[in-house]
């Protein structure tokens, strides 16, 4: 069974950075697209952003020019680079996976397997 597990999380001021990492074990990474997602206070979760076992992303408009996705696969690691941060970045972000034989394909609607998610708060 595919796990998961979020780092990187914590507390920023507007317009800082921060970098989340996705652990991923139990699985080769081979056919493995990963995304992420996020859930504010009072919201439903939203995807963020989504990119194939070979590389093609997805990046939702909310936050397009300022976040990025990649992945390494040898160390099993996807990556979510969060730069010009604002207050309504401030969410639970979660990491998941779903299995596709098509390298090119990442579906938001597919996840399967989740991480407990990890906390980013955007505050002065």
């Known amino acids: 069974q595919l796990q998961l597990v979020e780092s990187g999380g914590g507390l920023v001021q507007p317009g800082g950075s921060l970098r989340l990492s996705c652990g991923s074990s139990?699985?080769?990474?081979?056919?493995?697209?990963i995304g992420w997602f996020r859930q504010a206070p009072g919201k439903e979760r939203e995807g963020v952003s989504c990119?194939?076992?070979?590389?093609?992303?997805n990046i939702a408009d909310s936050v397009k020019g300022r976040f990025t996705i990649f992945r390494d696969n040898a160390k099993k690691l996807t990556f979510l680079q969060m730069d010009n941060l604002v207050r309504e970045d401030t969410a639970v972000y979660y990491c998941?996976?779903?299995?596709?034989?098509?390298?090119?394909?990442?579906?938001?609607?597919?996840?399967?397997?989740w991480g407990k998610g990890t906390l980013v708060t955007v505050s002065s």
């Open positions: 139990g699985f080769a990474m081979d056919f493995v697209a």
């Open positions: 998941a996976a779903h299995i596709s034989p098509n390298v090119n394909y990442c579906g938001y609607g597919d996840m399967i397997y």
């Open positions: 990119i194939s076992s070979g590389g093609v992303t």
